[in-house]
Nanobody, 115 residues
Framework: QVQLVESGGGLVQPGGSLRLSCVAS????????MAWYRQAPGNQRELVAS???????NYDDSVKGRFTISRDNAKNTVYLQMNSLKPEDTAVYYC?????????WGQGTQVTVSS
């Protein structure tokens, strides 16, 4: 079992920044890939960014150049730095990881971009 707890969401104006955090329980955090997803009302959950155990990153085209995913293995934490936020970034953001046979999700954190 892995528990994931996200934090850092909130209300921000267009052009602003937020940093999301996701803390994972358990051991061997450094051995597993981590990812951030988001889901806006009426939309399917979509992959925003991922980071492998070696630090390799991937981003959805819609956030490239604006978002940065990173990890701190000593703290069992993955981050999502979000800059130049747009109203279309408004969504619930979820942290995810996988183990053999199962996916684990956090409870989500709301990000609202509005003036």
């Amino acid at each position: 079992q892995v528990q994931l707890v996200e934090s850092g969401g909130g209300l921000v104006q267009p052009g602003g920044s937020l940093r999301l955090s996701c803390v994972a329980s358990g051991s061997n955090f450094r051995l597993y890939a981590m990812a951030w997803y988001r889901q806006a009302p009426g939309n399917q959950r979509e992959l925003v960014a991922s980071i492998g155990r070696s630090g390799t990153t991937n981003y959805d085209d819609s956030v490239k150049g604006r978002f940065t995913i990173s990890r701190d293995n000593a703290k069992n934490t993955v981050y999502l730095q979000m800059n130049s936020l747009k109203p279309e970034d408004t969504a619930v953001y979820y942290c995810k990881t996988s183990r053999v046979g199962a996916d684990y999700w956090g409870q989500g954190t709301q990000v609202t971009v509005s003036s």
